[in-house]
């Protein structure tokens, strides 16, 4: 290369090279056409086929997985990894194709690389051309550096961006510009090519079929699945007068879960009591029933753990899964403790004595109200429960004790009452089983040998709200949709009046409460056991006199749509990344257009190819001075037959004054390119000195002699 000089005036060809206008045009557009086709298809796809989601009334909202469970950090990666994030589409669409669709642009984009670089080209062919024009030789690059900025600028993949990494380590040489310009150039392509593979990849993992929980909230509740007591039967504020069980010029008062009716026998006609509408009771007792049902819950979820308080109530025997509600009912829950121990129990006969004085004439006397105990005691032989209710925690007022009281039931709430049990479990209680509840004196023996428990006993009845989700009651980190509020005072005597008249069904569910409750092992559990029985049967017994309540809120649940979930951050995220490439090819080729001069730096970008190297390499000196519209023109082949005569018939390789390029190795072992005459000479000895000149000096030699061409190929 010659010394530079300064800049000379500058020259106005005729002719100059085409293509500027097309390449910046291709290189600005070709790379937005797919971007903006596949995300316009894919955005369209998935907004149409899109099921918007119901989120349903809020008080009956259903927790998620991801407020329920505390994860690790690692944990909530790689669950935002699978998952995509909570955010997302519900869509009626074929996962797999919809997954396709999306990764049709990451499958295009290696293909416009070449596109994409080739307006870069236009700032190396300025850069190039600026500092040759203003002589400044510091600012051109090294023979090996164009070699380096030519394999950018044809955008190949990771491997020019290799060797020039390696040129700079290895040689510690500055590059000078453009060739950084190209090496940010193809690294941002390469590496936004991979980042929308990666996205593509994770937005198709994410993307995927799932069963959703499709609501439908309702306007006007249609279900009645609530519970109330029936105003024709039941007022709360409302007691019955009626005669005293066994003293009859006394009236006594009796809540609306009392019936009573005349029987018959013989000339004697009597008034006879007992639960009201008992058989809608026995049938829920039962779980016979075809409208009721006894549901419960807990103040910590349904875990059965002994400092949870576990809330009863009459449902609707139709909830299921298919309807949410929120409805008005009433609940009981029930505290216990075994007290056995702390009481006085008589081995010479069945009397026993608990704290607070409550004396006892036998464990078989029933707690019947207003009945005097000799009459409401059985055999002593005989399995029995009994309850006695009292005014107050400490056990120290009976209610309805003996026959000559007229207060039979107290409105109270909390209720207080002793309960015990004789001739539960029916075994030998000094088995290994038991040993240890025997050890205690929580478990003891009567004087007629029967196993025998008491129990301390207070139950509250609440009026509550309760909202329905999915088939259970809604828990949602610990909160549940379950609002107790204690029920006025009368309630206590509607819900203990039934287990105070020892009626047939209540003495039937105590004794099932007592039997269940005996197998326990520890009192704890006996006393939670007889607890839970005792407020189901309480629910029972008065559900004769409940009628259906309208729900509150109301929302149709469907769990068995299948659709196709489209998380809103793996989507985004790759159409970003599809933009981004899209808007940094427009502002690339706009800055080309604007700071290159387009026309002029298409002369030096077309001779910064494979193509414009090999015309400057092999082609003559004159040849590259000509003014062409096409690079191609400046090759020797594509004219030779018109200005020398060459048969048109004849093949490249067959024309007789085509020239060709060939390579042999020199006497110092090194290889050669070579040209025209001196291939020939390659051809009939390799070694044979006056042939190693090649390129463009190879060409002047055939400028001096244009009559001595090359023979063809194998002469």
Known sequence: MGTLKPAPEKYEPTTSIEGALSDLLVGAFLPCIPVVLV????????????VDLDPGWQLLWAPTTGNISDTSILDAAL????????????????????????????????????SSMAVIA????????????????????????????????????????????????????????PIPIAFGALGFIVIITLLIGAADTWFAAATKPMNVELLTRHLTPVGSYGRVFDPSMCKEDKWEQRPCPFNYSAQCEYPCSIADWNYTAGATSSLKEG????????????????????QHTSNDGDKPLDNSQRYYYLGDIKSGKDLDFLANTTAISTQCEVITQNCEINTTDSVFLCPGGYRSPSFTYSGEVGVDPAAATGPTNMSMVGIQFFTDAGLQEPVGYGSQTSKLFSAQNPIHFLTWSKGFPPIDPTSQTFASMMKGKYLQVDSSGDNVFILNCSATIYKTTYAWVNGTILHANRQQGFYPVPAPSIYGAIFSAPFAINSALSHLALQNAAALAAYRTTPQDLANKFADEFSAAAVALTAGIMTPAANMLEQSRNNTELLTRVPKIPLYFLVGLKALYALASLVVAGLAVAFTGPSEAQEVKERLTVEGLAVGFF????RQERAVRKVRQLFSE???????????????????????????????GGWVWVASGAVQKAWKGLGIGGGEHAGADAGAADRKEPGKESKELGS
Do not use: C, M
Not at 39 to 50: A, G, K, N, V
Not at 83 to 96: H, K, L, T, V
Not at 151 to 164: E, I, Q, S
């Open 39 to 50: 995300s316009t298809l894919l955005l369209t796809l998935i907004f149409y086929h899109r």
């Open 122 to 177: 236009f700032f190396a062919g300025r850069r190039i051309l600026n500092a040759t024009r203003y002589d400044k030789p510091g600012q051109l690059p090294t023979p090996h550096q164009i070699s380096i900025l030519i394999n950018l600028l044809n955008g190949a993949g990771v491997r020019p961006l290799w060797d020039t990494f390696l040129y700079r380590w290895q040689n510690h040489e500055h590059l000078v510009q």
């Open 275 to 294: 639960i009201n509408e008992a058989q809608q009771a026995a049938e829920t007792l039962l779980g016979n029933s075809y409208i009721n049902v006894i």
């Open 619 to 622: 082609e003559p000196g004159v």
């Open 638 to 668: 594509h004219h030779d037959r018109k200005e020398r005569g060459g048969a048109r018939g004849k093949g490249v390789g067959e024309e007789a004054g085509t020239r060709k390029v060939g390579i042999k190795q020199t006497a110092n």
């Open 79 to 114: 669950q935002f990894k699978t998952s995509g994030g909570d955010a997302a589409y519900y869509i009626r669409f074929n996962p797999a194709l919809l997954a396709a669709i999306a990764s049709w642009t990451s499958k295009i984009i290696p293909f416009l690389t070449s």
